[in-house]
């Protein structure tokens, strides 16, 4: 048996955000209270949100402080200004680091708690408020997913929280909110949400249901990212990009990520590299080790995406796939951990500290090939080179 997590409404496509007052009302709720960043209020974005609800009679608070990967503090300082009014739901708008504090200050302000109490292996199925998420980038999946990332400043650690309470009840996906995305963030949200197809497909939890999704979503970002990142005004290819990563995103929630997932939590929290940046370093090196583990999946992932023939064998396919990765790393000049000022003693040092917390998340074993604490370090050291 197979259970699965998806979210109760959805509008999805150009405009779709008009339709948010509609949806609100079609699920009974009238108060919400709005998470989002800095840009998208100096960018009028937030505006735009609270001027379409208002158009329909409903007066909505708003946070506009989220931070990226969002920490324990800025959890509770959303939850502060939230508690400071009456509201019956959560709106979260932006990236990931929105929707995910969203899911957080929303299972807090009903359960109390606290982000490292709730993380796993505890399961919080427990819903707390509604959450309704709005994406802007085309990467994350965060809309359609039962998980959040918190870090916990304090000791450096990208705390993994899973569980239906952290499934948004609302998803509106709007592509139209994509087409002002800069390259860089173009390129490290697409791979991440690649990454997420990608892992989901030959994740250990995999499923008939998540199959076609991350099928789907593999062919639809594969052809589509590197148009929009050349090309940022193209409806097609960020329709493209916002449908393959949605797609993604239920995939992975309902078949877990894997490896990179685990290996990439801890760069991001120890060297504040973004969560798509680091992932997109980690893609090809760890597909090229984990083949083995499953060469018939990854062999089907490059046939998906046209990188191989329908009629190549595993090998072949498997090692066009590796190829197709790095070359997709360069020509969207993904950034090695050195460019990005990562200190190289550092980062060395922080080895055997960053794969024991890559084995605690988990994900390492979904992996087709699973790898142990050396393993993991001695993939660490080869990202570095």
Not at 262 to 288: C, D, K, Q, W, Y
Not at 325 to 338: F, G, H, K, W, Y
Request: net charge negative; glycine share 8%.
């Amino acid at each position: 048996m197979t259970a699965l997590f998806l979210p109760s409404l959805v509008r999805i496509g150009g405009g779709a955000l008009n339709e948010l007052p509609a949806a609100l009302q079609q699920a009974g709720l009238n108060a919400p209270f709005i998470i989002t960043d800095q840009f998208m209020v100096k960018t009028g974005v937030l505006g735009r949100v609270v001027t379409c609800l208002e158009q329909q009679g409903i007066c909505a608070g708003s946070f506009g402080d989220a931070v990226p990967d969002p920490t324990v503090t800025s959890v509770y300082n959303a939850l502060k200004a939230l508690k400071s009014g009456h509201y019956d739901c959560v709106i979260s708008l932006g990236g990931g680091s929105p929707i995910d504090t969203a899911k957080m200050v929303a299972v807090l302000a009903r359960h109390g708690s606290s982000p490292a109490a709730l993380k796993v292996p505890h399961i919080q199925n427990e819903p707390g408020l509604p959450v309704i998420a709005i994406p802007t980038t085309a990467g994350t999946g965060s809309e359609a997913t039962k998980v959040t990332v918190i870090t916990d400043e304090k000791t450096d650690e990208k705390m993994l929280c899973s569980g239906y309470a952290y499934l948004p009840r609302i998803a509106i996906v709007d592509y139209e909110l994509t087409l002002t995305m800069p390259r860089r963030l173009t390129a490290d949200t697409g791979l991440d949400a690649l990454t997420h197809a990608i892992e989901a497909y030959v994740s250990q939890r995999a499923s008939a249901f998540t199959d076609g999704l991350a099928l789907s979503a593999m062919r639809r970002i594969w052809h589509a990212l590197p148009v929009a990142c050349s090309d940022p005004g193209n409806h097609h290819a960020r329709e493209q990009m916002m449908q393959g990563a949605f797609e993604a995103g239920m995939a992975f929630s309902n078949a877990s990520v894997a490896l990179v997932h685990g290996m990439s939590r801890p760069i991001g929290a120890h060297f504040h590299v973004a969560h798509g940046l680091s992932n997109a370093m980690l893609l090809p090196e760890i597909t090229a080790w984990s083949c083995s583990g499953a060469p018939e999946r990854y062999a089907a992932c490059a046939k998906i995406m046209g990188i191989a023939s329908s009629s190549a064998d595993e090998t072949a396919a498997c090692t066009a796939l590796v190829n197709a990765l790095r070359a997709i790393s360069q020509e969207l000049d993904v950034p090695a951990p050195a460019a990005c000022g990562i200190d190289k003693e550092r980062w060395y040092a922080l080895i055997p500290q960053m794969a024991e917390q890559a084995l605690a998340s988990g994900s390492p074993a979904n992996n087709p090939r699973v790898p142990d604490h050396s393993e993991i370090s001695r993939l660490y050291e080869a990202i570095w080179r």
